[in-house]
Structure formats: structure tokens, C-alpha cells
């Protein structure tokens, strides 16, 4: 299994290409995007996003919620599919977050490396 993170906003290099956020990026136009597909089931709810970022936010409790809202069909559904992606070649997680090693993202890489 290839995967590999990269921001929205870099150029494209190669890969299937999917994005990982719930919004859309700021600032970007959607034909400028180069998208394969733009996975929102595996983003956080709005709820826990509001959450995370408000004054009560801390990462390690996210974290663990974020897990519980993986677990929802839906989201194994995309986590499945994704999965599938990256075993016919290199899957690229698009996410327009400054620190992705300190937000969602890391939590789904480590979901997306446990087996289905």
C-alpha cells in the first residue's frame, strides 16, 4: 500500500488524488484542484471540527473521536474503497491543513493501514 500526504494547494505529482477535508479549500478553484475524488465521509463531522478548534480542543481526545466516527458504516465504506485505491498504486490524502501530522489526517493514515 502506497500513501503519502500532501497539501491541496501543492502541484499534482502523480498518484490518485483525493481529497480528505469536509470543506472545500479556501482560496481554491475546483478546476485548479486536480481531484480523483473528494472523500468527505472520511473527514470529521462539522461538530467535532468545531470542537478541535475551539477552546476546549485538545488533540489527543480528537483524536479518539475522530476514531469513533470512523468507525460508522459510511465512513468504512470510504475507508474500504480507499484502501483499494491504494492497493492498485500510489494514493494521495489532499488536505489543505497547515500541520497534517497534528490533525485528522494522521488518524485516518493510521486507519487506512489497519486492514479492512
Given at each position: ?9 501543492e ?5 490518485v ?18 481531484l ?21 480542543g485538545?488533540y489527543q ?14 465512513a ?17 490524502l ?13 488518524v ?9
Open positions: 500500500m502506497s500513501v503519502r500526504v500532501e497539501r491541496v494547494y502541484a499534482p505529482d502523480g498518484g488524488r483525493v481529497l480528505v477535508d469536509r470543506l472545500w479549500p479556501r482560496g481554491l478553484k475546483k478546476e485548479d484542484a486536480h480523483d475524488r473528494w472523500a468527505k465521509e472520511v473527514a470529521p463531522s462539522t461538530e467535532l471540527r468545531h470542537w478541535f478548534h475551539g477552546p476546549d485538545e481526545e480528537f483524536a479518539r473521536r475522530y476514531r469513533a466516527e470512523l468507525d460508522a458504516p459510511q468504512q465504506d470510504e475507508l474500504d474503497d480507499l484502501r483499494e485505491l491504494a492497493a492498485k498504486g500510489d494514493l494521495v489532499l488536505t489543505a491543513v497547515k500541520e497534517p501530522s497534528h490533525s485528522h489526517v494522521s485516518l493514515l493510521e486507519r487506512l493501514e489497519q486492514p479492512g
